[in-house]
Nanobody, 116 residues
C-alpha cells in the first residue's frame, strides 16, 4: 500500500507561481509513475502532469511550458512547479501514484486558487 501526502497549494494572483509537493510512504519501491491531477468544481478530474520511474514526463496541453514536474528518486518525492498561473487553473490538485502492477493511489488533495 502506498500513502501520498501533499503539501503546497494556496492562493496566488494570476501570473504568479506556486509549488506542490507529494511525499509517498509505504511500499514506495513499487511505484512506477507519479503525477498530479486536478478537479475544478463541476468538472471531471484531469491529468496535469506525470513522471515515470525513468523520468519520462507527460503534460496536459494547457500547462505545457508553464508547469514542470520533477522527481527525487531517493525519496520518491514529486514536485510540481507551477508558473504563470491562470484563474482557470483553480482546482483541487491531487497527487497520484501507479505501481508496476497498475495499482493506483491518491492523495487527499490540496486547493489551488488563482485570483484574477
Amino acid at each position: 500500500q502506498v500513502r501520498l501526502v501533499e503539501s503546497g497549494g494556496g492562493l496566488v494572483q494570476a501570473g504568479g507561481s506556486l509549488n506542490l509537493s507529494c511525499a509517498p510512504s509505504g511500499s514506495i519501491s513499487l511505484i512506477k509513475t507519479m503525477g498530479w491531477y486536478r478537479q475544478a468544481p463541476g468538472k471531471q478530474r484531469e491529468l496535469v502532469a506525470s513522471i515515470s520511474d525513468v523520468a519520462v514526463t507527460n503534460y496536459a496541453d494547457s500547462v505545457r511550458g508553464r508547469f514542470t514536474i520533477s522527481r527525487n528518486n531517493a525519496r520518491r518525492t514529486v514536485t510540481l512547479q507551477m508558473t504563470r498561473l491562470k484563474p482557470e487553473y483553480t482546482a483541487v490538485y491531487y497527487c497520484n501514484s501507479v505501481t508496476f502492477s497498475n495499482s493506483m493511489n491518491w492523495g487527499q488533495g490540496t486547493q489551488v486558487t488563482v485570483s484574477s
